[in-house]
């Protein structure tokens, strides 16, 4: 069964901060007939990574921009802290957004020690934490290089070395993982998780269930700007059961087909999740495989959030 990464992660909140980092009461926000969010509400405790998972278009990035105050919503509200959004908390963010805003003349350390001073640093201080960043993302060979000359997957750790430089209590991510290879993205998953053990609370939007499934304590996932789920990950996946098969297998594909057993599969090519059917015996259906073909693996596990997305949402699933 696979679990979230981050479920071990101790919130670490800082003296007098608020049970809840974020709330979200029944907000509304309408594009002339438009509506990209639709009575949407959740809570985020500190120190914790939560998931806003959906796919492209499910509103995703307009309750962030609402969260941020960039966007004012029709109606509903949202506390910081404990206190409604106003001004006072646009320190306390630190914002990746989904579209880059490096300016690409700059140097590397240059930028990132203006970008800190705007956020209230000392010019030392923000070089200091600056150059501390780069180090950590092994960026210290390009610090004197000009973002244009980086490429995409570096200009994503900047841009992400600029949203936490000064310090912020709320981070909130906008598809940090896109444009990155698989070992930018170990980089930036450990980051999270060392942020959330000092406390910080992590916002991450992204259409990749894949990666918010190993990274997120409680997620909310939305389609049409309604939430279809939201809770604690574990909660979630536990209330839907161990439902499901993984298996890896060579030979006769036939066993796959049988409806008694099988409700639904996807086929990844390298191996095959099923969906078993209503009361259906997992043992069975070994019996049947293994009468069939050879099998590598045969594993129950709790769905995953793409499987529970698409139960949620009435998709089909192939």
């Known amino acids: ?75 509903g509200q949202i506390s910081i802290f404990g206190e409604p959004l106003g001004q006072a908390h646009k320190d306390v963010f630190g914002y990746l957004p989904e579209e880059r805003g490096l300016y690409r003349k700059m140097k590397v350390l240059e930028h990132l020690a203006f970008l800190g001073q705007l956020k209230g640093l000392t010019a030392k201080d923000a070089g200091a934490r600056a150059q501390d960043w780069c180090e950590r993302f092994e960026l210290t060979a390009w610090t004197g290089k000009k973002v244009e000359e980086l490429s995409k997957g570096m200009q994503q750790k900047v841009q992400f070395i600029a949203a936490v430089l000064h310090d912020p209590r709320l981070i909130i991510m906008d598809e940090p993982f896109a444009g990155l290879d698989p070992a930018n993205a170990l980089v930036l998953k450990d980051a999270f998780i060392d942020l959330a053990r000092k406390g910080k609370t992590v916002l991450l939007s992204t259409h990749r269930m894949d990666s918010a499934e190993k990274l997120c304590h ?35 594909e036939s066993f796959l087909h049988e409806a008694r057993l099988v409700e639904s599969f996807n086929n990844y090519g390298n191996f095959v999740e099923v969906r ?42 192939a």
């Open 1 to 75: 069964m696979i679990e979230a990464m981050g479920a071990t992660i101790s919130a670490g909140v800082r003296a007098g901060s608020a049970s809840e980092s974020v709330e979200v009461r029944s907000i509304r926000k309408k594009y002339g007939d438009f509506v990209a969010v639709d009575d949407l509400s959740f809570r985020i405790e500190p120190g914790k990574i939560y998931g806003l998972l959906g796919p492209n278009g499910a509103g995703k990035t307009s309750t962030l921009r609402m969260i941020l105050g960039i966007l004012e919503p029709d109606s």
């Open 218 to 252: 409680s997620i909310c996932l939305m389609n049409h700007g309604r939430a279809v789920v939201e809770g604690d990950l574990n909660q979630i996946k536990a209330n839907y059961g161990r439902s499901n098969v993984q298996l890896r297998y060579e030979g006769d």
């Open 276 to 317: 078993l059917a209503p009361r259906a015996d997992a043992q069975e259906l070994l019996r049947l495989a293994l009468s069939k073909a050879r099998i590598n693996r045969f594993e129950l596990m709790a769905p995953s959030l793409e499987e529970i997305f698409l139960d949620a949402t009435g998709k089909p699933n």
